[in-house]
């Protein structure tokens, strides 16, 4: 059976909309995420897909480490935001608490992005 149509799949990062035009029109680079927790939803869901060239660009370059590992093994299941501060269109910094759920558990963090250049990067945790 083949994969079906990423213009009709849910997008991973849980906003009701397909993937093509929620968060792969970023990872496509047809847009840029114009908040902190559309880049969070967006880089979410790079993991989901596997788009390890999403996540270091969109890595403050400060931060972003030499070598990003993905685990192809695992599988994420789905995401949910549980706060954020900032972040806004307009904003410079900004935060998002999130809990992102995979195969293997749970991985919650608060997250800090910046805005650079026009777009925004994510920094680390709070």
Known sequence: MPDPDPAATACPCGLPAAYDACCGRFHRGEATAPTAEALMRSRYSAYAVG??????????????????????????????????TGGELLAAEGTVAFRAHHTG????????????????????PV
Do not use: I, K
């Open 51 to 84: 788009d390890a060239a999403y996540l270091r660009e969109t890595w403050d370059p400060v931060t972003r480490p030499r070598r990003l590992g993905m685990d192809a093994g695992v599988r994420w299941t789905g995401l949910e935001v549980l706060g954020r």
């Open 105 to 124: 558990g749970v991985v919650t963090e608060d997250s800090r992005f910046r805005r650079a250049g026009g777009r925004w990067l994510y920094v680390g």
